[in-house]
């Protein structure tokens, strides 16, 4: 199984920039599929983004098109979201996912998480 440790959240003004990184044990990373999913106060954990386990499918909420890139670096076991042109409806608990299934499973049911990461931004 898979064990995730998520970092890089904060507390930033609209408009900048975060990277938020996840760490993962075992030495099956590379057959994941990996993902970022969020979730606001009050709402349900929503699908942000996710990368195959080659880094050859990706896909992403309408939300963050254009704003957001996930990338992964199997050599270091990370998988990384840029969050650009940060908005006040992107304050979330970001959480990091992977899946042994396809992109589009784990855009639908998830997987394993990690604690997850506060991203907040203010206007």
């Known amino acids: 199984q898979v064990q995730l440790v998520e970092s890089g959240g904060g507390l930033v003004q609209a408009g900048d920039s975060l990277r938020l990184s996840c760490a993962a044990s075992?030495?099956?990373?590379?057959?994941?599929?990996m993902g970022w999913f969020r979730q606001a106060p009050g709402k349900e954990r929503e699908f942000v983004a996710a990368?195959?386990?080659?880094?050859?499918?990706?896909d992403y909420a309408d939300s963050v098109k254009g704003r957001f890139t996930i990338s992964r670096d199997n050599a270091k076991n990370t998988v990384y979201l840029q969050m650009n042109s940060l908005k006040p409806e992107d304050t979330a608990v970001y959480y990091c996912?992977?899946?042994?299934?396809?992109?589009?499973?784990?855009?639908?049911?998830?997987?394993?998480w990690g604690q997850g990461t506060q991203v907040t931004v203010s206007s």
């Open positions: 075992g030495r099956t990373f590379s057959s994941y599929a």
């Open positions: 990368i195959s386990w080659s880094g050859g499918i990706i």
């Open positions: 996912g992977a899946s042994r299934g396809e992109v589009a499973a784990f855009k639908r049911y998830g997987g394993a």
